[in-house]
């Protein structure tokens, strides 16, 4: 039988004719720095495999028994689930023997991750959120998986916790899975940012959103708006300017997940602002919710490669130094009009 490559390409999502893989464009890109040893490609190909892998795993999470909690408690005392755990397990077990990591970081635990003494060692530094949103797990709602990547800082030996607290801006990479309706997955080099969407019947990623910008027209802020009365006054009245109460501009449409990668994915492709500010509902904990390290950084890094911008609301995310790894942070990300403007109400009003 005849194949009509033409509808199979368009199918797929080719955007030139091309027939454009993960793997492909990864290498493609690869290309264009004649000094690079392949080394990140690989973690980006193992990255791209653990996504397949925890893709799967995630939608069919209502099947297996493999729902609901675990019964343990992460250290930031929240309710660990049980594909937390496999998520967790299935990077560090894809990324412990290659010899290109120094060392490793996850959301799920305290410390850093060292690489086992049996295997070699490289020279960059992972890490990750393995399943951020997990409290929408059981009730079948997009959540995702983010990463970071930089070079280490010390030489030699074992990596330490100084290498995996690096400043935003020295990112060598980042991105995230999104699994929702299709897993997609999104990453920049530094390159511009770009989204391949998982063909679950091949197991491939295929680039589908190439050089990805958000649009310059807004229409959504997110937010969790329930918590408003424990909000700053500026933090109040900014959220007052995105709805147009003051008739200087149009109101935005409020949309929030509770799921900071399909909140910012959407974002990303729409236009508007995420904001998790410093709030005063756990008075042991009042700046704001998000770590800088696994979650501002990162998304911060994808933001501005997208042509937008993230602040704390008085610092630019991408210049904090991180001072440990848990460490949270409020943030501001998307259009960079709408974040500047987060700036200036906080500037005058708090
Ligand atoms: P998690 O990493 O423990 O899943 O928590 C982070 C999540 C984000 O995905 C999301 O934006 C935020 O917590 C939602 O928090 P809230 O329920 O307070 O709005
Ligand atoms: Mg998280």
Redesign the pocket.
Known sequence: MAINVDSAVSEIGSYTGKIVTIERFILDQQRSYPDATGTLTNILYDIALAAKIIASKTTRAGLADILGSAGKENV?G?VVQKLDEYADQIIFKLNDHTGRLAVMAS?EHEGIIPIPAHFPLGSYVLLY?P?????NIDVNVSI?TIFAIYKRKTEGGRGTLEDCLQKGRDLIAAGYVIYGSSTMLVYSTGQGVHGFTLDPTIGEFFLSHPNIRIPATPKFYSV?Q??EQFWSEGVKRYTEWLQGKDKTAKPLSLR??????A?FHRNLLSGGVYY?PADSKDPTQTTG???LV??CAPMAFLAEQAGGAATTGTERILDMQPTALHQRVPIFVGNIPLVTKAKEFIREFD
């Open positions: 930031q929240e959301e959120d399943l951020d949103g997990s409290s995702g969790n329930g918590y929030y997940i509770g799921s900071l990668v909140d998790y919710k998000l770590r696994y979650e």
